[in-house]
Structure formats: C-alpha cells, structure tokens
C-alpha cells in the first residue's frame, strides 16, 4: 500500500521514510512555484499507540504560505495552510488527526490542562515558554494566518488543524501558547491558514 518515489532536488535526494509527495517548489517568495519538490520532514516518533510526523508539514502546494512569505520560516516552522488544503496535505500513508486521535495523544501526555508543557519543543518559544518535550512531538509555534492576510503569532502560539469540522465553515483545530501548559481546543474559519502536523494511518 505504500508508495515510494524518488524525487531529484538541487540539495540531494531526499528521502522521508520511503513515503514522499510530489508538491510544487519553493521560488523563495514563499508561494508554490510549479517545480517539483517533496515533503522531507515526515520523519515519525511513537508515542503510545500512534506514530506522528516530528515535524510541522512542510509541502509546498497551493493554499499554503510560509510565515511572512519568507522560506526560513517554513525551514524552521513548516507551512500554514487552509483548512480544505490541509485536509489532503498529508503524503500517502499518512492523514491530518481528526479531533479523537489529538485527544489520544493529549490524554496521553497527563491531559489538556498541562500535555502543552510535556508536547511543546525546548527551544523556540518566547519569553521561555518551552516545553519538555517528553516524547519527541517537538511542538514549535509556528503562528497563523487569516483572511485578511496578516500573520500573526509566530514565536508564542502554534495552532495545529484537525480534520473535524465545526461548521460548513470552521474547523477545530488543536492550540499551544508560550505562556500556558495546555493544550486546547478552539475552532476558527477553514479560511485561515494554520500548520499541520501528519499522523501515520
């Protein structure tokens, strides 16, 4: 079931598992250019019963941006991508978490009143806000952003998609700020642009 491509990129050859995704390249400028391109950081960590990608996704494809359109941020953060985009971002073999496969992995870590401190990374977050990152989830706050363009929230705030919907037009997603322990829930419009974090199927 697993399909393996081999992708030729100016760095090298890249390889994620033997799972990788076609996506448009990267032109610099932060919006997909139409080159060929692979998603490279799928590389996964157990944690109780569920393998997740370690990494925010970083697949350059359309309805996704680089914080402030500039590719270090996706080199350090990931993409953000829209809701419907988010939905089929993942390469094959892996999915966006519904809602009850985030619960398994918050739960696991003590529950969503302090699984933010044990999942978040322990670099990366301002004003000290890190985390211990107990199980290698290696939590960044990547930010957002919204309809009207402005990005926000990078350094103090990682908003991560679910694949439940709350309405026609909002979607939950799962939250971690710098200055807090948890974990939430929230939802917002499937318009904003958030970062995905890949769960194995």
């Known amino acids: 079931m697993t399909k393996t491509r081999g992708f030729l990129l100016t760095a090298g050859v890249c390889l994620a598992l033997t799972l990788t995704q076609s996506c448009s390249g990267d032109d610099g400028g932060g919006e997909p250019s139409g080159e060929s391109n692979v998603c490279t950081n799928l590389e996964p960590v157990t944690i109780d019963s569920q393998v997740w990608a370690k990494k925010n996704l970083d697949c350059d494809i359309a309805g996704s941006k680089c914080y402030n359109n500039d590719p ?41 009143s302090v699984a933010g ?5 322990t670099s990366g977050w301002k004003n000290n806000g890190n985390g ?70």
Not at 117 to 121: N, V
Request: proline share 3%.
């Open 72 to 112: 270090a941020n996706c080199t350090k953060y990931g993409r953000l991508y829209d809701w419907n985009t988010a939905i089929t971002a993942c390469p094959s073999g892996w999915h966006l978490p519904t809602d009850a496969e985030w619960d398994i992995l918050v739960d696991f870590a003590g529950g969503s």
């Open 117 to 121: 401190a044990k999942l978040k990374a």
């Open 132 to 201: 211990t990152d107990n199980y290698g989830f290696n939590a960044l706050p990547g930010g957002g952003s919204y309809s009207n363009g402005n990005f926000d929230l990078v350094g103090g705030s990682g908003h991560w998609w679910s694949a439940s919907e709350g309405s026609s037009s909002d979607a939950y997603f799962r939250g971690m700020d710098y200055g807090s322990e948890d974990a939430y829930w929230d939802y917002t419009g499937k318009s904003n642009l958030y970062s995905v974090r890949c769960v194995q199927d």
